[in-house]
């Protein structure tokens, strides 16, 4: 059974940064694609960014490009997001998730999530 926890939320100011972990076990992580998801109070589940097993290709929403940066260590089974320039929209619990091969819905494993608080 893969298993996924995340780390890394916390409360930032707007501006400020953050990187998030999601730690993969159970299953080599190379093979896997694993997204990165986020879900605010009241709002729908919304995918922020993936990488894939294969050729590491990323993808990022719109909403958060040239801001977020994912990244993955397969030696470390860890997956990284890194979180720049925060704003107020940007807070939610974020999710990570694993499916065998290319980043496309649906994922089968999920981790229980970080919060991240953007305030001043």
């Known amino acids: 059974q893969v298993k996924l926890v995340e780390s890394g939320g916390g409360l930032v100011q707007p501006g400020g940064s953050l990187r998030l972990s999601c730690a993969v076990s159970g299953d080599t992580m190379a093979y896997y694609a694993i997204g990165w998801f986020r879900q605010a109070p009241g709002k729908e589940r919304e995918g922020v960014s993936c990488i894939s097993r294969s050729d590491g290709s990323v993808y990022y929403a719109d909403s958060v490009k040239d801001r977020f940066t994912i990244s993955r260590d397969n030696a470390k089974n860890s997956v990284y997001l890194q979180i720049d320039s925060l704003q107020p929209e940007d807070a939610a619990v974020y999710y990570c998730?694993?499916?065998?091969?290319?980043?496309?819905?649906?994922?089968?494993?999920w981790g229980q999530g970080t919060q991240v608080t953007v305030s001043s």
């Open positions: 998730a694993a499916r065998r091969g290319r980043c496309r819905q649906p994922y089968d494993y």
